[in-house]
């Protein structure tokens, strides 16, 4: 098998009143149901309930993360779909 693996993820994340993310990401960190499940390009297609915990990310050059209260992500090889609630603090510029 010779497929070349993307260099990076595509991360968009929703809530039920706006997008928090749109941008190309090296790793992802999902709080699952059941831990914390990373996510890097190439990943198998996986369809994740969440919890509450910290969504994570990583892009050149700098570290994301924000609070998150439940909801799904949908993952591909070169994209991670997340749909959740926000957690009780507010991501840095997003009001």
């Known amino acids: ?3 070349t693996l993307p260099a990076a993820l595509k991360l968009r994340v ?4 706006k997008q928090l993310a ?3 990401v090296l790793e992802v960190t999902l709080p699952s149901l ?3 499940v990373g996510i890097f ?3 198998r297609p996986l369809l994740v309930a969440l919890g509450v915990g910290e969504l994570s990310y990583r892009a050149a050059g700098k570290q ?3 609070p998150v209260n439940g909801g799904y992500a949908q993952v591909s090889p070169d994209r991670v779909l997340v749909f959740t609630e926000i957690g009780q603090d507010e991501p840095p510029g997003t009001t």
């Open 14 to 17: 929703f809530t039920s009143h």
């Open 64 to 66: 994301e993360s924000f």
């Open 41 to 43: 390009p190439g990943h």
């Open 34 to 36: 059941e831990g914390y």
């Open 1 to 3: 098998m010779n497929e």
């Open 22 to 24: 749109d941008e190309a």
